[in-house]
């Protein structure tokens, strides 16, 4: 049975940072595209970032340049790095696999996600 596990999340200021981490049990994702999604309440899951079996990355225009996804292959991990939070990051974020394909901002690509870990950016 193929598991993902977030952790990482926490209430931080605004301005401040968080690093998200994402690892796997059942499947090593080594060279499988992953990302990091995003679901405020009342909102639909909206991406944040993707790291390419390559390691090329893409980003949602909203995070370029405050978050950074990055992967330890050796550890089966992936990180999401987030710095000058705004309370409009706040969110539950799901990290996701693509096994079937490249690095995608489209939910439905995804085939496994974890549980989610909450993170709150106070004013």
């Known amino acids: 049975q193929v598991q993902l596990v977030e952790s990482g999340g926490g209430l931080v200021q605004a301005g401040g940072s968080l690093r998200l981490s994402c690892t796997s049990s059942?499947?090593?994702?080594?060279?499988?595209?992953m990302g990091w999604f995003r679901q405020a309440p009342g909102k639909e899951r909206e991406f944040v970032a993707a790291?390419?079996?390559?390691?090329?990355?893409v980003y949602a225009d909203s995070v370029k340049g405050r978050f950074t996804i990055s992967r330890d292959r050796a550890n089966n991990m992936v990180y999401l790095q987030m710095n000058k939070l705004k309370p409009e990051d706040t969110a539950v974020y799901y990290c996701?696999?693509?096994?079937?394909?490249?690095?995608?901002?489209?939910?439905?690509?995804?085939?496994?996600w974890g549980q989610g870990t909450q993170v709150t950016v106070s004013s």
């Open positions: 059942g499947r090593t994702f080594s060279y499988d595209a």
């Open positions: 996701g696999v693509v096994t079937t394909g490249g690095a995608s901002e489209t939910y439905s690509d995804y085939e496994y």
């Open positions: 790291i390419n079996w390559s390691d090329s990355t």
